[in-house]
């Protein structure tokens, strides 16, 4: 499938919904903020949301650090 994360065009990804699109690119689900199509998904909803072709996803991970 091909979508456009954050800005870049990705192909070849095997995930149906976001949260597996999140665990095929190694990303914790609690330590992220999506966006699909410019509507913030809710964490609770991220293994019920699908995804399709051309979709574009911004995704914003957390850092701790001091």
Same mark, same amino acid.
């Given at each position: 499938m091909h979508l456009i *994360?954050?800005?870049d065009p990705r192909d070849? *990804? +095997?995930a149906t919904s976001v949260? @597996?699109?999140?665990l095929e690119l190694g990303l914790?689900?609690?330590g992220v903020v999506v966006e699909l199509?410019? +509507?913030i998904i809710r964490r609770?909803?991220?293994a019920d949301t699908g995804l399709s072709e051309g979709d574009v996803l911004e995704i914003v991970h957390?850092? @701790? @650090?001091?």
């Open positions: *994360i954050n800005g070849g *990804i +095997e949260e @597996g699109l999140l914790d689900p609690r199509n410019r +509507e609770p909803q991220l957390f850092v @701790g @650090g001091g």
